[in-house]
C-alpha cells in the first residue's frame, strides 16, 4: 500500500530519475539539495519510490513547493495527493501552501484546482517554456497557536 515518508540519501537514483520522467524542466539541484535537507523532502512508495515533493517554509506563513512529481506510470492513481495530505498535515500550522505551475499545464492546473489552490499571481517568463501561475491554498491551522 504506497504511504508517504521522509525521503533519504538513498533515494536519489529513484527521485532524479522520476524527476526526469516527470518534470519538464528539471531542476537536479533542487533534489541534491533537499536530499540532504533541508528543505524536507517527501517521497511516495509503493515497494519503491514513485513520487516526490519538496517543501520550503517561509518562517510560520507560506510553505512553497518547488516541485511536486509523480512518475508518469503511476499518475492519475491518487499519489500526488497523499503527497499533498501529507505536506498539509506537516505544516498544517502554517497560514499558506503556494506552488508555481506552467500556465500550459492544465493538467497540473486542474490538480491543484481540486485541492482547494486558486490562482493568486500570473508570472511572466517564470520557466524556460513560457509564464507561469503562482497558486495559493490557505491551510486549515492559519492563525491556531496549537
Known amino acids: 500500500m504506497p504511504h508517504v515518508r521522509p ?3 538513498a533515494d536519489r537514483g529513484a ?18 539539495t533537499a536530499l540532504e535537507g533541508p528543505p524536507p523532502l517527501y517521497v511516495v ?22 516541485e ?11 499519489l500526488g495527493s497523499l503527497l499533498l495530505d501529507a505536506i498539509v498535515e506537516e505544516f498544517g500550522d502554517h497560514e499558506e501552501l503556494r506552488v508555481t505551475v506552467r500556465v500550459v499545464d492544465d493538467r497540473a492546473r486542474a490538480f491543484y484546482g481540486r ?13 524556460e517554456a513560457g509564464d507561469g501561475v503562482i497558486l495559493r491554498r490557505p491551510l486549515d491551522g492559519a492563525g491556531n497557536d496549537g
Request: glycine share 8%.
Open 45 to 66: 512508495e509503493d515497494g519503491e519510490p514513485v513520487g516526490y515533493a519538496a517543501a520550503i517554509a517561509d518562517g510560520d506563513s507560506v510553505v512553497y513547493l518547488p
Open 115 to 127: 485541492h482547494g489552490f486558486e490562482p493568486v499571481e500570473h508570472v511572466a517568463d517564470h520557466f
Open 7 to 9: 525521503a533519504a540519501p
Open 15 to 32: 527521485v532524479l530519475a522520476i524527476q526526469r520522467a516527470a518534470i519538464a524542466e528539471p531542476w537536479p539541484a533542487l533534489l541534491e
Open 68 to 78: 511536486v512529481a509523480i512518475h508518469p506510470d503511476r499518475q492519475g492513481e491518487g
